[in-house]
């Protein structure tokens, strides 16, 4: 007796291994992707997809993998299969469309990023999240007085959020009102824990540079770029290092 309930369990063990085998191996990508190792996260990634049937939420890290990496085209692909996974309005769907928009933005078609995310947003699906991409977006188009209406709508929503600050910092640096910028910059500089991206600090270095505090202003650039930066960054490190360059030539 004891046996055949053995075997029986074994038997349902050996179900579950073959059937969840995707998202077993996924399990040790997540603890690379957890350390910051995404390479390596992305090879075992790679594995699972192989292997088969892996999960929506599996899925949408993957392909966020893949983006973080600069992997467009494989991110492009896991995020329309995960896509159909989904049904319609809801957050899982909402998830891949924003992070389908940061492809496209990287794949320079700024206007598909944005249709995609105000789409979301006029869906009536705001966070944190859709707050920080699209006015990132907005930003980048040029179109400053909608941008700051919208980064200002986003840092009412949450002015806790680093980047959401620092979007509405950028427009209105962007827009030539440098102390609103520097005010902006200053309180977000200030926080505890200080920002890890390094848009805030060379964003602040030029402001403060265009106020005539060039000293500061470079230091805060030399230290953007002690800052992790990865292809999901606003601007290159080389561009940054750059500026720093000819802005000690000045």
Avoid at 38 to 64: H, P, T
Avoid at 84 to 90: G, R, S
């Amino acid at each position: 007796m004891f046996n055949e309930i053995l075997k029986l369990l074994l038997l349902v063990l050996l179900v579950i291994i073959i059937f969840k085998r995707a998202g077993i191996v996924a399990l040790f990508a997540k603890q690379k992707y957890a350390k910051g190792d995404y390479d390596g996260a992305l090879k075992i990634f790679n594995i699972a997809d192989k292997v088969g049937n892996l999960g929506v939420g599996d899925k949408i890290l993957y392909g966020y993998n893949c983006l973080r990496c600069g992997q467009l085209a494989a991110a492009k692909k896991v995020f329309s299969d995960a896509y159909m996974l989904t049904k319609p309005k809801t957050a899982d769907r909402y998830r891949i469309m924003s992070l389908q928009a940061l492809v496209a933005w990287k794949d320079n078609d700024l206007e598909l990023a944005v249709d995609k995310l105000e789409e979301i947003y006029n869906a009536d699906y705001k966070n944190t999240i859709i707050y920080q991409n699209l006015g990132i977006m907005y930003n980048l188009t040029g179109d400053y007085e909608k941008a700051l209406k919208f980064n200002q709508e986003a840092y009412d929503y949450n002015s806790d959020d680093n980047i959401i600050a620092d979007n509405l910092a950028d427009t209105y640096s962007l827009m030539g009102e440098l102390e609103e910028a520097a005010k902006i910059y200053e309180e977000l500089l200030s926080r505890d824990p200080e920002p890890r991206f390094p848009e805030a600090y060379y964003g602040y270095g030029e402001v403060l540079i265009k106020l005539g505090q060039k000293e500061r202003g470079i230091e805060l650039i030399e230290k953007s770029l002690t800052k992790p930066f990865s292809f999901l960054s606003l601007r290159p490190k080389e561009d940054i290092e750059k500026m720093l360059e000819q802005y000690k030539a000045e």
